[in-house]
């Protein structure tokens, strides 16, 4: 892991980044289990500018994902692997006037999911008689999102506020 942050003067940012692994699954009676291990990546950003004491923006950046993970819960398939991994990025903009009494917000985003499974399977049992399986059997799913929400805060009293607003968001998912 490794981490940076600060801020110079009205802006802020941070920057993470992460990674990591694992061999194969080693037992503590000595027996390795083929086909456990994983790698790791990921990092993440943000950025943020406070335009004035009333109005601020912000940008988040991240994505993440495991590769090479083999194939869970089958020690005799040695040779499927997943990769999955994700991404979103969000901006927000804060703001309220003077008073206090009259604030908004607006959001905007997108993301990304994926999962790709690459499985095989080398013979099938059906009853008694082996059935050919296949090389490769490679599944793809990926689900993406974008979506809008926007806030407007009306201060009644110092204690009850009226939200309204709007949340929209559009997805699509397929899989091959």
Same mark, same amino acid.
């Given at each position: 892991?490794?981490?940076?942050?600060?801020? #110079?003067?009205? $802006?802020?940012?941070?920057?993470?980044? &992460?990674?990591?692994?694992?061999?194969? =699954? /080693?037992?503590? @009676?000595? *027996?390795?289990?083929?086909?456990?291990?994983?790698?790791?990546?990921?990092?993440?950003?943000?950025?943020?500018?406070?335009?004035?004491?009333?109005?601020?923006?912000?940008?988040?950046?991240?994505?993440?994902?495991?590769?090479?993970?083999?194939?869970?819960?089958?020690? #005799?398939?040695? $040779?499927?692997?997943?990769?999955?991994? &994700?991404?979103?990025?969000?901006?927000? =903009? /804060?703001?309220? @006037?003077? *008073?206090?009494?009259?604030?908004?917000?607006?959001?905007?985003?997108?993301?990304?999911?994926?999962?790709?499974?690459?499985?095989?399977?080398?013979?099938?049992?059906?009853?008694?008689?082996?059935?050919?399986?296949?090389?490769?059997?490679?599944?793809?799913?990926?689900?993406?999102?974008?979506?809008?929400?926007?806030?407007?805060?009306?201060?009644?009293?110092?204690?009850?506020?009226?939200?309204?607003?709007?949340?929209?968001?559009?997805?699509?998912?397929?899989?091959?």
């Amino acid at each position: 892991h490794a981490q940076t942050r600060g801020n #110079a003067g009205s $802006t802020d940012w941070y920057l993470g980044l &992460n990674a990591g692994s694992r061999d194969d =699954y /080693d037992s503590g @009676l000595g *027996n390795r289990m083929l086909n456990t291990g994983w790698k790791r990546r990921g990092a993440s950003g943000a950025f943020g500018w406070q335009v004035n004491e009333l109005n601020r923006l912000d940008l988040n950046v991240r994505v993440d994902g495991i590769h090479d993970a083999g194939f869970r819960g089958s020690g #005799a398939n040695y $040779t499927s692997k997943d990769d999955r991994y &994700n991404g979103s990025v969000d901006l927000v =903009y /804060d703001g309220n @006037l003077a *008073n206090n009494r009259v604030g908004w917000m607006a959001h905007v985003y997108h993301f990304r999911d994926v999962d790709q499974f690459n499985w095989a399977s080398r013979v099938v049992r059906s009853g008694t008689q082996p059935v050919p399986g296949t090389s490769r059997d490679y599944n793809h799913r990926q689900l993406g999102a974008s979506g809008l929400r926007l806030q407007t805060r009306l201060g009644l009293t110092d204690t009850n506020h009226l939200l309204v607003g709007y949340d929209g968001e559009h997805s699509r998912l397929r899989s091959d």
